[in-house]
């Protein structure tokens, strides 16, 4: 199995600018999660989907931030408009009915 | 409000010896937890996770013991190699479907040859 698969794996992008990241979860896993990873707030759960729902938003920052899953083996993070604040480390992992997640290998992302 | 916390953001031992990393955590409804092993420019790779039913779990050379009572782990790892040098996460989940993660801040163990 190829795992989790992320794109891209850095970005760069200037300010204002709108951002997309993507997943491949592993085939199969029914669970989706996006993470983020900065040095002040650690690794944090941005939003989870469920069979392509979304069930858990809640730690999505604010509206800047949008994740959509239109089938089982695609997911997306957007960010319209960037913001410096932004630059930190996405992450996507995947399960099998809630159980132990496996990860991606993460997006850097710079917002100059 | 840091509901897991690692308070040692390092940890240095000699190849061959135990080495013993903590977590505690505050929200007494969380009933599993698990611990994520991360290298550099990598996702984290789950290692071991244990039921709050149970109060150890073993897998080969990583062990993790859970003290409800103090609402404190550990994950204990006999014998350290150097490929074990990298940072380890605890994380915890509360509810039916243990879905959503909480994560610590991690530490960083360097296993010295």
Request: proline fraction near 6%; charge should be neutral.
């Amino acid at each position: 199995d190829a795992g989790v698969i992320q794109s891209p794996r850095h970005e760069v992008t200037e300010m204002g600018q709108e951002v997309t990241l993507r997943c491949k979860p592993i085939s199969g896993h029914d669970y989706l999660f996006w993470y983020r990873q900065t040095m002040m707030r650690g690794l944090e759960l941005l939003i989870y989907f469920n069979n392509n729902v979304p069930i858990d938003d809640s730690g999505m920052p604010e509206d800047r931030f949008s994740a959509k899953m239109p089938n089982a083996s695609f997911s997306t993070l957007k960010i319209q408009p960037s913001e410096p604040r932004d630059s930190a480390v996405y992450f996507c992992a995947s399960s099998l009915a809630g159980a132990e997640q496996y990860f991606g290998p993460g997006t850097r992302l710079t917002v100059t | 409000d840091q509901q897991v916390k690692q308070n040692s953001p390092s940890l240095s031992v000699q190849e061959g010896r135990i080495s013993i990393l903590n977590c505690d955590y505050t929200n007494s409804m969380f009933d599993y937890f698990l611990w994520y092993k991360k290298y550099p420019a990598e996702g984290p790779t789950f290692l071991i996770s244990i039921s709050s039913i149970k109060d150890k779990n073993e897998d080969g050379r990583f062990t993790v013991f859970l003290n409800k009572s103090a609402k404190h782990l550990s994950l204990h790892i006999v014998p350290s190699q150097p490929g074990d040098s990298a940072v380890y996460f605890c994380a915890a989940s509360a509810g039916t479907g243990r879905r959503a993660l909480t994560f610590g801040s991690g530490t960083r163990l360097q296993v010295q040859p």
